[in-house]
Each structure stands twice: as C-alpha cells, then as structure tokens.
C-alpha cells in the first residue's frame, strides 16, 4: 500500500486545515490507519487512529479539535484540524497498519505502510 498525504501548509493560529492521505488501493479485514506527527527535537507521536471496527482514539492534545475520518470505500484517510495552535507546528504522517486493530493501533510498530508526510506550520 502506498500513502501519499496532502493538505499541509501555513495557517495562522486559530485556523483549519484538512489532510488526506491517498491510499493506492483499499484496506480490507483488520486493519489500523492513523495520523501521526514529529516537530523538530522531538519525537514522532500518535496524533489520531482509526481501527477496522470504526473507533476513533485521539491524542490528549488534540482531542475536541481534530476529526480523523475514512471514505465509504475505507480507501482514503482524512484528517480535519481546528482551533489550531503553534504547538501543532511539525511534519504530519499517514500511517497504515495491516492485520492489527484495538489496541494494537496506540503501537507505531503496528504500523508497516507509511507517507511520505505533509508540513502543517501554524504562527501565532
């Protein structure tokens, strides 16, 4: 599977912006897709996932503020970001991991189909 993301730029504080993450084909049976970031000197995390059954887990500094979403054909991955801060300044990944869902999704070592990221830089 390859993942391509689009939708990063500059926003100023208190803005939205909307990724997509393009899949190359659809993900079918068990299955976890996310949406994950790393700023400069820090290290990547988990910014939202979402499993085959259909839950949505959101990190703490997101949560309220960012929708993660998938198309009907459970192709495409979406990520809707409002109210955002300085701190939501990185370099955002789409993230696809096949055969694993629950609780396994919080693991980034579940996680074997990566993009190539998109750059969200948001100034105050």
């Known amino acids: 599977v390859q993942l391509v993301e689009s939708g990063g730029g500059s926003v100023q504080a208190g803005g939205s912006l909307r990724l997509t993450c393009a899949a190359s084909r659809n993900i079918y049976g068990t299955y976890c897709m996310g949406w994950f970031r790393q700023a400069p000197g820090k290290e990547r995390e988990r910014v939202a996932h979402?499993?085959?059954?259909?839950?949505?887990i959101y990190a703490d500094s997101v949560k309220d503020r960012f929708t993660i979403s998938q198309d009907n054909a459970k192709k495409d991955l979406y990520l809707q970001m409002n109210s955002l801060k300085s701190e939501d300044t990185a370099e955002y990944y789409c993230?696809?991991?096949?055969?694993?869902?629950?609780?396994?999704?919080?693991?980034?070592?579940?996680?074997?189909?990566w993009g190539q990221g998109t750059q969200v830089t948001v100034s105050s």
């Open positions: 993230a696809a991991g096949v055969g694993r869902s629950g609780g396994y999704c919080f693991r980034q070592e579940t996680y074997n189909y």
């Open positions: 979402i499993d085959s059954n259909g839950f949505t």
